[in-house]
């Protein structure tokens, strides 16, 4: 049936996958063959991984976080992953066939169908999907083995999620946990008043930087030399034409309407949101008395000046030209139906009652091409600045390839080289700042060698390494003056650490935090609104040993137990408040929370039937996997 769908699949220009399509094509590669150890990662029961297979599932691993934009893990991490995932897979597909479960033609082909990325226009093609599958290096009948497994894999979790309830009562004891909140007071003992203290001796730094040496280690760093083909550049050998300008113009037709608009002025008798019908009408009598004085002849801008309580009084209620949809619907609707001198009668809004009065009115226009053609024609050679760069970037490129030198490449376009000082991947590069783009491809590109074309917001560059150099620990005459910088500075937080445990005696004495400021010359700092979830704590930052105590501290027990370091300062606290979750909001909050820990206590009931296959299966891992993390259950 399967078959019937990849029939006369012809070549298609191929959509970019989503992560979903990468994690599930991640798991492929469990398969039933025997193999040499050396050659298997992992054998489960008497299935085996092969190591070919664990080498897909980490590389699309990999592929997934850096097109999920994140900083890739370290590869240890995963590939511990990638192989603790095909063996749960294996896992589950074993527990599926002594359950009986299975995957039916129909279903997998259901599935398949429904798949967003294997979509053109919100319907199935099947061009469209072989063609996706082969740009991934996947023939179907692969990918349908695979997807058929990970469903087969999905029945097992649905029947251990089934059996998981999250009761009212268990609702409101995590609703209650998470919502308590508390209130610290603390001090500081800062650790830079023992700075001028700290006596160092070249024995101390010599014995710190080679207990230390890793901490000065220099990164690898590239020099590269680049020549930058930016729109500016070339822009002043554009020269858009009259047709062009004409063109851009009409395209853009809208950028160029000014609409409708009117100055106004207004005098505001304010109203608060809850205001009842007697406080209203007080509101409308007033108006209606300065309404009568104005008709009667008196300057509106007097008036402004003298009964709106509104911040534009003291410029007599002027409110400045404004167009639609800037101001609320009923002042709006007032407002541009009056002719310029014309004043509303009473107008409603939600700030109050208003008298409004209308000294100019702008009609709709559009900016005819005469007047704006500086401005297009500047664009334009900005756009077509860009596309020379690039066709002369392309061209150079291609000369570099054959062997023209970089210098004269920049000279035949009227550009230098530049040699900005070695840099690492993930610093600025001197100069030129922080070029992430331009550091990927120097990093990627070998020594000697001319990198790919780097494309970036500001233009594009071509680069050639000139030097790598490597990783290295520099010696103790360089790195010195951050030793003596970290020395120091180590030595001062162990002095106000040590100040701070003689202060804690006091305080679990005393267990008067103000008194004992006072008296040593501290200032008393808030952390309030302290919640459970999170490492944060306002106006100190993460500090997780405080964060654990904070919630056991009691009116009868305030202190906290021990001196917490925060960026070298000694800090000392003691419970401020404890206030209690709100239960008022727990119906409003339920169905949220519900979902939520739902959710939760699923994974986790998934995790600990996964758990037990592993202790009940016979799992060996292949040459060079008994070690790592996912291997040790």
């Not at 080498?55 to 511990?80: H, I, K």
């Not at 319907?123 to 082969?134: E, W």
């Amino acid at each position: 049936m399967l078959n019937a769908m990849r029939k006369s699949a012809d070549s298609f220009v191929l959509k970019s996958l989503f992560v979903i399509i990468v994690l599930v094509f991640m798991f492929w590669g469990v398969g039933t063959m025997r193999a040499n150890r050396m050659e298997w990662a992992a054998r489960v029961n008497d299935e085996v991984i092969t190591q070919r297979q664990f080498d897909t599932a980490f590389r699309r691993m990999s592929a997934m976080y850096q097109n999920m934009g994140q900083q890739s893990p370290p590869a240890e991490f995963v590939r511990a992953q990638a192989l603790d995932q095909l063996v749960d897979l294996e896992l589950l597909n074993q527990e599926a066939d002594r359950l009986g479960l299975m995957v039916d033609e129909a279903e997998l082909r259901d599935a398949i169908k429904a798949t967003p990325d294997f979509l053109l226009n919100g319907v199935f093609d099947k061009d469209h999907y072989v063609q996706v599958l082969q740009q991934n290096d996947y023939k179907p009948s692969d990918f349908e083995q695979m997807q058929r497994r990970r469903m087969v894999a999905g029945k097992v979790q649905g029947l251990v999620r089934s059996g998981v309830h999250v009761s009212d009562q268990e609702l409101q004891d995590r609703y209650r946990y998470e919502n308590e909140r508390v209130n610290l007071r603390f001090v500081r003992v800062p650790s830079k008043d023992f700075l001028n203290d700290v006596a160092l001796t070249d024995e101390d730094l010599q014995k710190y930087f080679s207990a230390n040496q890793e901490k000065y280690r220099e990164p690898e760093r590239v020099r590269i030399k680049l020549v930058e083909f930016r729109p500016q550049d070339f822009s002043g050998q554009a020269a858009p034409t009259d047709e062009e300008v004409q063109a851009y113009y009409t395209e853009h037709a809208a950028d160029y309407q000014k609409p409708e608009e009117v100055h106004a002025r207004h005098i505001l008798f304010k109203l608060p949101p809850n205001a009842d019908d007697a406080a209203k009408a007080a509101a409308r009598k007033q108006a209606e008395d300065v309404l009568a004085k104005e008709k009667g002849g008196a300057d509106f801008a007097e008036l402004a000046k003298q009964y709106s309580q509104d911040s534009t009084a003291e410029a007599g209620g002027d409110l400045g030209k404004f167009g639609r949809g800037v101001k609320t619907p009923t002042f709006e609707a007032a407002a541009f139906a009056l002719e310029p001198g014309g004043m509303s009668d009473i107008v409603e809004s939600p700030f109050g009652v208003h008298i409004i009065k209308v000294e100019e009115k702008t009609p709709a226009s559009t900016q005819p091409v005469e007047a704006v053609r500086d401005g297009i024609v500047e664009t334009l050679k900005t756009q077509q600045g860009r596309q020379l760069a690039m066709r002369k970037v392309e061209e150079a490129h291609d000369q570099l390839l054959d062997g023209k030198e970089l210098a004269q490449v920049a000279t035949d376009n009227g550009l230098t080289v530049q040699t900005p000082p070695p840099f690492a991947n993930s610093e600025p590069i001197g100069g030129l700042g922080l070029r992430p783009e331009l550091a990927k491809e120097a990093f990627n590109t070998d020594t000697g060698e001319i990198g790919e074309i780097v494309t970036e917001p500001t233009g594009y560059s071509i680069l050639s390494v000139e030097e790598r150099l490597p990783s290295a620990i520099p010696d103790f005459a360089t790195a010195r003056p951050r030793v003596d910088a970290d020395l120091r500075r180590e030595r001062a937080a162990a002095a106000a650490k040590a100040r701070a445990e003689e202060l804690l005696g006091k305080l679990k004495e005393q267990r008067d935090l103000d008194a004992l400021a006072q008296k040593e010359g501290l200032k008393v700092e808030q952390s309030d609104q302290i919640a459970r979830v999170g490492g944060y704590l306002p106006n100190l930052g993460s500090v997780p040993a405080l964060k654990d105590a904070v919630f056991r501290l009691t009116p009868e027990a305030p202190v906290a137990p021990e001196v917490y370091t925060v960026n070298g300062d000694a800090v000392l606290a003691v419970l401020a408040a404890k206030t209690p979750a709100d239960d008022s909001r727990f119906e409003t909050d339920k169905a949220a929370l519900r979902q939520r820990i739902q959710q939760q206590a699923e994974g986790a009931a998934v995790q600990r039937f996964l758990d037990q296959l592993k202790t009940k299966a016979q799992v060996v891992y292949g040459h060079g996997f008994a070690g790592m993390p996912s291997s040790q259950s």
